[in-house]
């Protein structure tokens, strides 16, 4: 571990051997099923597993559950597809993206003309595929849905057909390189678009609702992170009175989390379908979590002294990585859901 740690600290990009460890460890297919060569893993262990790397570093948390993250599409593309690939296990498949809908595909022949410029794409460097949600249009007018909003659908693209754009400048989170990327005129076959929340793949993981599974392995990294500034922080200030609220709180945390994914696997395993209910109340009892870690943190940096607030020091890196992951929108005001 502190090895690994070692070697992501202060970096801007991962170096190759932890690209060659995410790689031997399988960790971009944690949830792709083995017959395409991945792990295959439970909600539960996927989510300890990630849970574990955001607080070794993170950056290598956020990346791998961002690209492992994407690479769950795989539950969502045609079979075909799927095999086309992931068909060679000798050649590591990595998806990432936008969730934003920043460009278009219109509509020619048996395949899409995609255009646009998509920001926040996670690991960008390291990505084999990219996946990216645009307007369809026809004729050059958009199609509208029966309730009159813009069709969107999403697409993979082959890394050889993007241009990335190195515009992560951010204070923490730097090795996750999350730039923007752009694809200009680039027909691709409609085989290629898929809907992110409709499953092809018969496997307990692809039941899971996309919002829980969004919801539940993102809070996993705040925990992660938070667990990381309490581990460096205890190393200066062992008796501090505000750390054992820190470590109360991701306690606490570590707990709910499990429990929602029991509960969700229970549903799932009994045939019965995820609830709105407990949709929205993963979603409440995950913003509400990373609110008060983040006020638990903010109490405690002020007394840990001027080794926290410099840049070579662990402490400071893993505060700066946790709080430019706030930013992410799905905890936020703005990301409510309820």
């Known amino acids: ?17 932890v ?21 295959e893993m439970s909600l539960a262990k996927g989510l300890e597993k990630l849970r574990a790397l955001a607080q070794m570093d993170g950056s290598l948390g956020w990346t791998v559950t961002l690209c492992s993250g994407a690479n769950f599409f795989i539950g969502n593309l045609r079979e075909g597809v799927a095999k086309e690939i ?22 020619l022949g048996d395949g899409y003309v995609i255009s646009g410029v998509w920001k926040y794409a996670t690991g960008a460097p390291y990505l084999t595929h990219f996946t990216l949600n645009a307007k369809i249009l026809e004729k050059g007018e958009e199609v509208l849905t029966a309730e009159n ?28 390189a999350t730039h ?13 678009g898929f809907v992110y929340d409709e499953s092809k793949l018969p496997h307990t993981i692809f039941k899971v609702p996309f ?3 969004a919801d539940l392995t993102l809070w996993v990294n705040y925990i992660g992170m ?29 707990h709910d989390v499990m429990d929602f994914a029991g509960r969700v696997q229970r549903l799932i395993d009994g045939g019965e379908g995820v609830p709105d209910s407990l ?19 903010i109490s405690v940096y002020p007394q840990l002294g001027i080794r926290a607030a410099t840049e070579n020091h662990p402490l400071n890196q893993a505060f700066r990585d946790y709080f430019t992951a706030t930013q992410h929108h799905i905890f936020s005001e703005l990301g409510r859901r309820s």
């Not at 690209?19 to 792990?39: A, F, R, T």
């Not at 200009?184 to 409609?190: A, G, P, T």
């Open 226 to 254: 938070a667990a990381h500034i309490l581990e460096e922080a205890q190393k200066i200030a062992s008796h501090n009175v505000a750390l054992y609220r820190l470590l109360a709180l991701v306690t606490k945390a570590d």
């Open 149 to 176: 909003t813009p069709l969107v659908r999403s697409y993979v693209v082959k890394r050889e057909d993007v241009e990335i754009i190195k515009d992560w400048n951010t204070m923490g989170l730097k090795a996750t």
């Open 1 to 17: 571990m502190q090895k690994l740690r070692a070697l992501c600290f202060g970096q801007r990009e991962f170096p190759q051997e």
């Open 279 to 297: 949709v929205d109340e993963i979603h409440r009892e995950a913003s509400d979590t990373v609110r008060s870690l983040s006020e638990a943190i």
């Open 19 to 39: 690209l060659d460890w995410i790689v031997q460890e399988n960790l971009w297919n944690i949830w792709v099923p083995k017959e395409y060569g991945g792990l």
């Open 180 to 192: 923007s990327f752009a694809v200009k005129s680039k027909w691709i076959h409609e085989k290629f």
């Open 211 to 213: 919002a829980v599974f």
């Open 86 to 107: 992931f068909d060679d296990p000798r050649d590591p498949v990595c998806f990432g993206g936008s969730g934003g809908v920043f460009g278009t595909a219109e509509k």
